[in-house]
């Protein structure tokens, strides 16, 4: 008997999974909707886990089929939509890092700092609205949320901040 190339396996067995695949990203979900400020811990940091996380589900998803797959290719739209998110966000945060050291004083050059600005909130906000449909995708999927709080550690994301020099 031939073998077949692709192996059917359960929406059950999927999930669970799934739900290995998943800790990382619903640890960054938890944390963006417990904070008000949204300028909490946006580093490089932050944003390069945001990438390498959506990165690493992106994968997974894509191992699995889930671009075909009418179930889960919401979820991996999103996952897609974070990764994007996150590595814009890191290079116009590395742009705004760096800014002074380039030496750039003209009205013009001003004027590209504040447009960075400028983008840096909207994608900010693109990222918390992403983060916040995972969740919602999580509940109709009965993914399971592992406790934040001892997994999830903001100091770490901190501690690279531009302002703080050794």
């Not at 400020?37 to 699995?64: C, H, P, S």
């Not at 814009?88 to 447009?115: G, T, V």
Request: hydrophobic share 35%; proline share 2%; charged share 25%.
């Amino acid at each position: 008997m031939v073998k077949p190339l692709k192996e059917i396996i359960s929406e059950e067995e999927f999930l669970t999974i799934f739900q290995k695949q998943t800790s990382e990203i619903l640890k960054i979900c938890g944390y963006l909707a417990s904070k008000e400020d949204k300028d909490f811990l946006f580093t490089k940091r932050f944003y390069g886990n945001i990438t390498t996380q959506a990165r690493i589900l992106e994968d997974f998803l894509d191992d699995y089929g889930a671009k075909n797959n009418r179930t889960w290719i919401y979820f991996r739209e999103l996952t897609a939509s974070a990764r994007y998110m996150g590595f814009s966000a890191y290079m116009i945060q590395h742009l705004r890092n760096r800014y002074a050291l380039y030496d750039l004083k003209s009205s013009e050059e001003m004027k590209f700092l504040e447009h960075t600005i400028e983008a840096q909130d909207f994608v900010n906000s693109a990222i918390k609205n992403v983060f916040s449909r995972f969740v919602l995708k999580r509940s109709y999927h009965k993914i399971t949320i592992t406790r934040i709080s001892c997994y999830f550690n903001p100091k770490y994301y901190l501690a690279c901040a531009p302002n703080m020099k050794y």
